[in-house]
């Protein structure tokens, strides 16, 4: 307990029927996981960069307009909107603290997630097989990186929901895995906002 | 007992409503069929085009922070606004002077070539 109570100054008239060190806990790891997905958001904002600097060089090779197929960018977008939506719901059903919603919801946003997941390694797999993979050409390396860096915070971001579903199975809603549940919602909602950028600059911008 | 109380006092700073994430929900889904279908049915051309998908775009992230992530809407001091602002500042310099240095530089290196090859 003292190692929670080092930075905190009591005020003597505090209530202390209430002594609330996980309270701190909350806000302290949400600022700082809201941090870090800034420093993510200038990571992403170099790939982005680099992509909008090399998309022309093709090499000789297919030209984005060649390769991307709008259609399942468009049901790829859908998809991860939807999972973002229900994860929301899920953390509206951890507020009414019902658990088996929770995790009813968060079942929900893995098998969207996942079925993004799919559609995107199809698309990877059917580009490489084609000859069209990251060693073609400097285009294809930056769209490489810059959507597979996406992707790979997805698959991160589903091993993470899979963990945080079994921690509330076992535990239900605590302080802690409602702090979790918070933490992981920002995850998810900040991938889709890049995606959004992922799905105008990279694919509707390729095909114009 | 303790646990329970601190957990509602948590829940208290949580900010996300059935009414938030539907507006964001139908507003997201809307902005994307319609940047798809400008694109997809060429129904605008070239650099209107171009601009009006960005825009789009920048409408849903904005309508995306606000309702999906309530950016700016934690008690003061925002230390999260903040932080995101400072966030968009480094990530148009880094965008922005990406492209503006590549652009020149494509722009000086191309037409010095034209030049040697039109005194060869």
């Not at chain 2, 992230?61 to 934690?74: P, S």
Request: negative net charge.
């Amino acid at each position: 307990m003292t190692d929670f109570t080092i930075h905190h100054t009591p005020d003597p008239q505090a209530d202390t029927s209430l002594p609330d060190p996980n309270q701190d806990t909350f806000f302290t790891t949400v600022l700082g996981f809201w941090m870090y997905l800034m420093t993510d958001c200038v990571f992403f904002a170099a790939f982005f960069a680099t992509y909008a600097v090399l998309h022309n060089n093709t090499f000789g090779g297919p030209s984005s307009r060649e390769l991307f197929s709008l259609s399942t960018a468009f049901i790829e977008t859908m998809i991860l909107l939807c999972s973002s939506v229900t994860c929301g719901m899920a953390m509206l059903a951890a507020l009414r603290g019902k658990k088996n919603q929770i995790i009813a919801w968060l079942a929900v946003t893995f098998l969207l997630g996942a079925s993004f997941m799919a559609l995107e390694l199809h698309e990877f797999t059917h580009l490489v097989e084609s000859g069209n993979s990251w060693t073609r050409s400097a285009f294809l390396s930056s769209f490489f990186a810059l959507v597979g860096t996406h992707g790979l915070h997805v698959s991160i971001g589903l091993l993470w929901m899979f963990v945080v579903t079994m921690q509330v199975f076992y535990w239900g809603v605590t302080v802690d895995t409602f702090r979790r549940l918070v933490v992981f919602s920002l995850f998810w909602h900040f991938l889709d906002v890049v995606w959004i950028f992922i799905f105008t600059f990279v694919y509707l911008m390729g095909v114009i | 007992m303790h646990d329970h109380l601190s957990l509602k006092a948590i829940q208290k700073e949580w900010h996300g409503t059935v009414k938030s994430y539907l507006i964001g929900f139908i507003a997201s889904f809307l902005l994307t069929t319609i940047s798809f279908t400008l694109v997809s049915t060429h129904a605008l051309t070239g650099h209107t085009l171009v601009y009006t998908i960005i825009g789009l775009a920048l409408t849903q992230a904005i309508l995306q922070l606000l309702f999906f992530l309530h950016v700016g809407q934690e008690p003061k001091p925002r230390w999260e606004t903040i932080v995101f602002f400072f966030m968009v500042m480094v990530l148009l310099i880094i965008v922005g002077g990406s492209l503006w240095i590549m652009n020149d530089l494509n722009d000086r290196v191309m037409s010095e070539m034209t030049e040697a090859m039109s005194h060869d």
